[in-house]
């Protein structure tokens, strides 16, 4: 088990708060620890505020993804047209199932029957399918930090999310650090046309 918490700049500036589910807790304002270092956590902090994908965006946050390498699961940033109350726990790394959904995760826990490498990873997977040899893998996982195969080191990381809907290019850029650089139609190929997530 391991304490994932997380602080939100985004940009554009969002004025709507985070609507909170299961563990997670605001301990004070733009910081939210999603899980305690106790067994069987699982939590969500879920915009309020709808984003429109025809306009580009750049979400800057910083993580902590715990100490212990023993730890787990991990943590994602998801665009979802769910709800604000979906999510799971343990190897679902808290967007398992959720449909229809476009989820980068920061997996730090091996499960073999998702095709998981042994070291930690991140990758983007569609439609809440976790398996990275299924169909809905769309960017393979890859290690991080590049070069360190654990990174649950008790440091804070800075990860940038960005969206560019007019080359369809969204990429994570992590400790400065460019990750993904991914194109595709997400608006028209995976959320049916609807820009509203």
């Known amino acids: 088990v391991d304490i994932t918490t997380l602080i939100v700049n985004p940009t554009p500036t969002i004025t709507g708060s985070f609507l909170l589910n299961g563990t ?15 067994g069987g956590q699982s939590g969500s902090a879920w915009n ?7 306009q580009p965006f ?15 699961d991990g ?7 769910v709800n604000t109350s979906v999510g799971s ?5 808290g967007y398992a ?15 073999g029957n998702q095709a998981d490498p042994w070291f930690d990873h ?17 960017f393979p996982a890859t290690g ?32 400065g650090t460019p990750l993904i650089n991914y194109y595709n139609n997400i608006v028209a190929n995976i959320f049916g046309n609807n820009p509203n997530v």
């Not at 309020?48 to 025809?54: A, E, F, I, R």
């Not at 809440?128 to 893998?137: I, Q, W």
């Open 58 to 72: 750049n979400f800057d946050v910083d993580v902590f993804l715990g100490f212990n390498d023993n730890g787990a």
């Open 144 to 175: 991080f930090p590049p070069g360190n195969i654990n990174i649950e080191d008790g440091l804070w990381h800075n990860v940038i999310f960005s969206w560019d809907p007019v080359t369809f290019n969204f990429t994570v850029v992590f400790d």
């Open 89 to 93: 726990s343990g190897g679902g790394i």
């Open 24 to 38: 997670a807790t605001q301990p004070v304002p733009d910081t939210y620890d999603l899980t305690q270092a106790i």
């Open 122 to 138: 991140i990758a983007i997977q569609q439609d809440g399918d976790l398996n990275h040899a299924g169909p809905n893998n769309l």
């Open 75 to 81: 943590l994602a940033f998801v665009l979802q047209q």
């Open 48 to 54: 309020s505020v709808t984003l429109d994908l025809t």
């Open 97 to 111: 199932g959720i449909t229809p959904s476009f989820g980068v995760e920061f997996d730090t826990w091996q499960n």
